[in-house]
């Protein structure tokens, strides 16, 4: 069999599936019944069956025939006799067989396939199927038309009669004719090696590889014209060494090689294996010969590997297995290659049936697509404009399989206020003038968003990502959704729009590739220290640097670094370990910047990275390395926070204290040039320091917490009152996290409540508890750390602190200043909550409630907590009106999409504008439309 049929085989059988995947979506929808498409789809299922059967000669039996039509007829009557038919604007919708053209779609696809591995035994299966699929379809059609029928209060119950004995008829014999293919001549290599063709010579020797392109061909050519030569799949070339390996060709290649004009030596490689196990690898010293070519359990072998196209090392220890009892057990990709070469048979399709067959499916599923698309309501010039705009996925849309086939634009985003519905209008005349200017604004912003989120997703990209060749502002230009909505904004809004969206388009560009960057300098810097390793013959340290790279990058790495390596993996070495010797730890693959005074510096030459970078535009290029820049300044920073707080564990915290302050961080710092020494360390430094402080002062205020708690459940116990006791562990729990059971317990110990039995004497009333607040207290007191400073505690964690105290006392005191403003905001916001909403910040302060919760604050801690008292009344009110109108706003904008559907008549369109929606909406929303 040619290999150009072979191609022809599967790429037809690919493109037909995804015709018939796209079809039965486009079909699954529901759409309005138009008989004239019904009967030709029916004719496209029945033509394209009875072709393949005739190009293939299949002679189906009539008992098969007749079952497969009789069961599809019987399941599309019951299918079309219960679907749900509606009426919209005097038009008849109903959701369209999916089931019978799955049937028969499959069936065609079967037969492909049975051509495309030289089978035909599946074809009676696979055209009995395909009558499955046209009985059912026609049934289908059938008994929907009677549902229609009657729904409309007419006669004609037997309006399917005619189709469904049509169908019948249709089943009859199935001719067989048959045509053959001639392959075109080539000049067979075995005939250039032997001499055979005047003015032609070639010379075929190893290369240092045992599998893969392992033979190279050195072409001479007098001839003064092309030639076409052609390498015999399973060839053998014979070594003139015989304690050489004897290769097998694998790739089936054909070659044109040029004439001497061209090139003095034509040279090209062929995929070829090693047929002895035991012998030794080609080099570029040996000369082969033609031999046989391979029959038996090898040729099955190579052919398996020649369709599969991989000439990988699973599938040389295949062929040794037949060739040298090679052990595979353990290798479960080799058997199942020498598993399907054991059922490899000769070929009983020729190659013009085959091709023939695959052409009718391809041709036969396409005109099926375009009757469904023709159903969608799409036309031939909708169709072609959708695929200038959006390519497949244009199309696909302009089919109905996406939202907005009939409007890309959703209802309320090409609004110019986006407020102008009535309910939101009526919702807004309800609030005071300054809050309705606030919610105005509040909404405006959001719409805005929203239509710039809407046309960056216009835009098509892998994962919502442009490539890097595009430009944001053309890409935007160009989808025809971004455009439909542009273009009904005024010029300045869609001016400010574009603006954003190009804006954020590039953002997201330059944000991705500086990703891809800095994932290629990592597999740059692997590369090399693999390349290291080799050269030690460390096999141990080429496994640590292959683990620290993630699945999908290993073999990439590995094949880059091997690349022009005389040493290999059997030359490394694996000792044990020496004694003591732990956990080694993973290589840091980002280390090479750690000593770089010019990050943008760090982008090695001839690496993955730099051809990336190499490949960008100039003005795209600055900004990823911009951004490039930045994620290894991080990295850098991210690493020396590591150091040093690694430095600070090792010195046990020594006297307390700026990290900086350990002897630790100089020998550490001199790692880096003078003139970034002082910048990076310091900047790890501050966050080391920073994380040391709040641990510190957090310390500090349990140590309070813990206290206050002490000596609220001595009282608790003392009166016997099981729910304050109940209460104030509460608080505690939640005061110091789950992860501090010790403390909890040594506070229980303190009061003399160990054991369940000690809190059972208790009294409980049961009921809600009271919040307990543990800094309660405190709210009076003018100054917090001098007030809590006789807590058993808390001055030896501030002594802890050494020349951080300060920063330490700063924070404690801002814990527990924003726990009593806090407190004081949450009691006032509890009092206003009764009132009404349209009342002012101002006027709810002054509610008897509201002034309680302030009181007793010192006068600094009052004016902060009246502050953010009125910022969050005010923040309340706002997020109340902001809640009514986009509630206002969604049912407006319901109402619109559903006039839209109408006018369409499109129900999928209804169906999602009515979507979310309660009962109570649909129904209002239903009568705001109005009639149809």
Known sequence: MSVLWRILSVVSLVVSAGILVLAIRSVRKEQQVRPGLDLARFGVLLGTTWLMGALLGVSTSEVLRG???????????????????????????????????????????????????????????????????????????????????????SAGRLAGAALLLAAVLAGAAWPGPGWSAEAADAVD?????????????????????FYGPALDLAFSNGTGSEVTVVVPLGLQFLPENEAVQTMIAAGAETMVVPPPDRAGEYTTQIQAFCGQYHDDIPTAEDRFSAGEVATGAVAAVVAVIHESGVFGRDQQEALWQVTDGY?????????????????????????????RTAVTGVGGAAALLATALAGSGSSLGSLAAAWRGGGWRGVYRAAGNLPGGADPVPAGLDAAGGLGGPRTQAALDGFPPALRSRVEEVMAARLENERVEFLMGSVPGADGVLSAAADPGE???ASPRASALLERLPEDVRRRLEERAV???????????????????????????????????????????????????????????????????????????????????????????????????????????????????????????????????????????EKLRGA?????????????????????????????????????????????????????????????????????????????????????????????????????????????????????????????????????????????????????TLRRAGSLRPRVEAELQRLLETGRVERAVRRGLEAAA???????????????????????????????????????????????????????????????????????????????????????????????????
């Open 67 to 153: 079952i497969g039509l009789l069961v599809g007829l019987a399941f599309g009557l019951y299918e079309g006799l219960h679907l749900r038919v509606r009426f919209l604007g005097g038009r008849v919708f109903a959701r369209r067989s999916v089931l019978g053209i799955l049937a028969w779609g499959l069936g065609v696809v079967v037969v492909q396939a049975a051509g495309a591995i030289d089978r035909i035994g599946l074809a009676d299966l696979g055209l009995a199927l395909s009558l499955v699929g046209i009985g059912q379809v026609v049934g289908l059609f059938a008994g929907r038309w009677q549902v229609v029928v009657s729904a409309r209060g």
């Open 189 to 209: 290599v075995r005939s250039v090696l032997a001499g055979g063709v005047p003015g032609l010579s070639v010379e075929v020797r190893g290369n240092g590889r």
């Open 327 to 355: 052990d595979i057990s353990a290798n479960p990709a080799a058997a199942a290659l020498v598993q399907q070469a054991g059922s490899y048979g000769d070929s009983d399709l020729t190659a013009g049936e085959g091709a």
């Open 475 to 477: 890409a935007l230009r």
């Open 503 to 641: 804006a954020g388009l590039q953002e997201r560009r330059l944000g991705a590739l500086a990703d891809e960057a800095a994932q290629a300098l990592r597999r740059d810097r692997a590369v090399d220290l693999v390349r290291e390793a080799i050269g030690r013959g460390d096999g141990p340290g080429v496994q640590r640097v292959l683990a620290a790279l993630g699945e999908e990058d290993r073999a990439g790495v590995w094949a880059r670094s091997v690349t022009g390596v005389e040493q290999q993996a059997g030359a490394l070495q694996f000792g044990p370990p020496g004694p003591g010797a732990g956990a080694v730890p993973l290589p840091d693959l980002d280390g090479f910047a750690d000593a770089d005074v010019d990050l943008g510096g760090a982008v090695p030459a001839g690496g993955e990275a730099e051809a990336l970078l190499s490949g960008l535009p100039s003005e795209t290029r600055h900004g990823v390395e911009a951004r490039l820049v930045q994620k290894l300044e991080a990295g850098r920073l991210a690493r020396w926070v």
């Open 648 to 796: 600070a564990t090792a010195a046990g915290g020594g006297s307390g204290g700026s990290v900086l302050e350990l002897g630790e961080v100089s020998h550490l710092a001199e790692a880096l040039p003078a003139d970034i020494r002082d910048g990076v360390v310091l900047a790890a430094g501050g966050v080391v320091d920073g994380e040391t402080v709040a641990g510190l002062a957090g310390t500090a205020h349990r140590l309070v917490e813990e206290a206050q708690a002490a000596e609220l459940l001595h009282v608790a116990v003392g009166l016997g009152d099981g729910d304050q006791v109940d209460a104030i562990l509460d608080a505690v729990d939640a005061a110091l996290g789950a992860a501090d059971e010790g403390g909890l317990e040594s506070l229980l110990r303190r009061v003399g409540l160990q054991g369940e039995a000690a809190g059972s004497r208790l009294r409980r009333r049961g009921g809600p508890r009271r919040a307990v607040d543990l800094t309660e207290h405190l709210a009076g007191e003018p100054d917090l750390v001098a007030a809590v400073l006789p807590v058993e505690g808390v001055e030896d």
């Open 834 to 932: 009764s009132a009404e909403a349209g009342s002012s910040g101002a006027a709810l302060q002054q509610l008897p409630g509201v002034r309680e919760a302030l009181e007793g604050l010192p006068p600094q801690s009052r004016a902060a907590a009246r502050q953010l008292l009125q910022q969050r009344l005010e923040a309340r009110r706002a997020d109340a009106a902001v809640a009514a109108v986009e509630a206002a706003r969604r049912l407006d904008r319901a109402e619109e999409a559903l006039r839209r559907a109408a006018v369409a008549g499109d129900p999928d369109a209804a169906d999602r504008a009515l979507a979310g929606l309660t009962p109570e909406e649909v129904r209002e929303v239903t009568a705001g439309a109005g009639p149809g």
